[in-house]
């Protein structure tokens, strides 16, 4: 919370705002200096709605320093890390601070642009219309299939599932996953029988006699201990899951939905794709397929960057003007 304290040096009264947060299991604190005066109640309540966004950010800068040098990986750069860190800690600030309605309303908006996000990168994206239609109105627009209306709703089902999947992650989880999202269609949750391509690159799946054991080697790399941010290591799985290709369809869809899992498990907001970011996106996983994995990881990070552009730099706009106050947080 932020608060009002007073220092006095050699019999001067000097006043200060102050912050406390917890952080790896220690209180620290940020403050600002006011004055040698103490300022009355309107006047603290003043200083507290123009100071305290600012203090909150410093607050979250001394974390973003101290954790993203926890990380040794030849891919991201330390600017890009503590990009990564900032924007998780501002997440968790913005959770705190935000009122339910809002936050509710919040949670609505980006529900919808990462629902319709991950259709965009599919062969056969449907129009924002559509997507609102079903996830805002409960409406089938004319055109769309049932099917395709079963699959958007288990999308957005699975979005705020995908962290709580992820945590418990076995190739179980992923035939469930994809399950759901085919229902109606017949091959829900069934490893392909058949051989398969990439489209666009030189790189050839494994065939299905070996799906299962490849499957099962990439879970195990997953749940092994790794240096890496986890941000490079959800590029990296979801890659190599897209290689291959355990589904005769709805690969990508299922992919993307285990990539933000990773993402909220690791404290980060999901991607919000793009149109545009569909050319990026499979550039990116080209370089993958040609084993350049910094290329991978810098495409993925570029795409996320310009998505949650103002979190990851830390602007001030980002934090409510008049956030509510609370007790000492634990980050």
Known sequence: MVYLTRKTTRGQQYWYLVKS????????????????EKPDDDEQGRLKAVYGPELELAAVERMVKASADMFRTPYLDLKALKGLQR???????????????????????????????????????????QTEAILLHDRAPAGVPLTRVLEILALRRLHHEAGERVARLDRRTILKMHQELREGQGDGGLLRQESASLPGSAFVPPPPV?????????????????????????????HRLLQLRPFTAGNGLVARLLLEGMYARAGLPAPLWQREDRSSYLSALVAGDRG??????????????????????????????????AHLEAF
């Open 21 to 36: 947060f917890k952080f790896n299991g220690r209180v620290e604190k940020v403050q600002h200096y006011i004055g040698p």
């Open 87 to 129: 924007l998780k800690f501002l997440r968790r600030a913005m959770k705190r601070l935000q009122p339910p309605a809002a936050l509710a309303r919040e949670s609505q908006r980006l529900e919808l642009q990462a629902v319709h996000g991950n259709l965009l990168l599919t062969s056969e994206p449907l129009a924002r219309e």
């Open 210 to 238: 070996l799906v299962e054991d490849e499957l099962e080697a990439l879970l195990e790399w997953w749940h092994e201990p790794s240096p890496l941010h986890p941000f490079e290591r959800a590029a990296l799985f979801h």
């Open 292 to 325: 350049d994995r910094g290329r991978l990881i810098s495409g993925f990070w570029k795409m996320y960057r310009q998505q949650h552009y103002a979190g990851v730099r830390g602007e001030l706009d980002v934090l409510p003007a008049e956030p509510r106050q």
